[in-house]
Structures are given as structure tokens and as C-alpha cells.
């Protein structure tokens, strides 16, 4: 079985938030899968998609203060500033983070760890809305 749906997700300010329930939601045929891979890519250049801890809000703080201290807004070195302070340095993190990720299905679940949780990773202090192409692939049973 193939698959794939577009997912809007809302407005989010800057910082690491946790979307696993939406990308879940958004693909109501992983129910059926026995196994297969859910891919998720986010259409996107100034934001990005992680892997993490799904528990602390802690993590989720010190993942975006450390990216921030990284790659800082109006680093004088920039050439592309046209955008705002925020948006060179929300491309760099974007690309150090990747777009997307390719995750496990096996009983109908996305067969993540038991602290796992998907980040959409917001790099912009107003990015807008973020679409997740969500395609999956698998075996139904």
C-alpha cells in the first residue's frame, strides 16, 4: 500500500514543538499497516524536523537555546539579510537539522522509542504554517 497526505500544521513561535499526534492524525491508513515506513518532509527552508525526547519541555527549551547560541540571529557575517535577522540563521539550522525523517511502522504504530517524539524544529520568530508531505509505505494486515 501507498499512501500520501499534505498536512498544514498551525502557525507555531520559534522553538522546538512536538507534532507526533498531528502526523499520526494526519495519516489515518497507518491503523491498517502491519509493517511498513511513514516518511515525513517538511516543504519548508527556514524550518526543520527531529527525532527526540517527547517528555521534558526542558529539552525542547535547551534544543532551541543551544541551536540559537550556535547560528545567532544578525550574525554580521551574513550576506542575506533582506528577510530579517532570522532568516539566514534559520536556514543554516534548518539545514543542520534536516527536512525530513523516515520512521518505522509495525502494528498499525509508528514503532518509535518510549521517549521518542517528532519535532517540527520553527527557526523563524513568525514562520507561518508549515505543510508535512506525509507518505507511507507498508504491508497491510
Partial sequence: ???QHDLRLRPLPRGFHLVTREVVAGVPELARV???LLHVFLAHTSASLALNENASPDVRR??????SHLVPDGWPGFEHTLEG?????A???ASLLGPSLTLPVRGG???LG???GIYLCEHRDRGGARRL????HGEEG
Fill in 1 to 3: 500500500m501507498w499512501t
Fill in 34 to 36: 502491519r509493517v511498513g
Fill in 62 to 67: 535547551d534544543f532551541e537555546r543551544y541551536f
Fill in 85 to 89: 535577522a532570522d532568516d539566514m540563521p
Fill in 91 to 93: 536556514h543554516i539550522k
Fill in 109 to 111: 504504530r509508528l514503532a
Fill in 114 to 116: 518510549t521517549w521518542q
Fill in 133 to 136: 508531505v506525509l507518505t507511507l
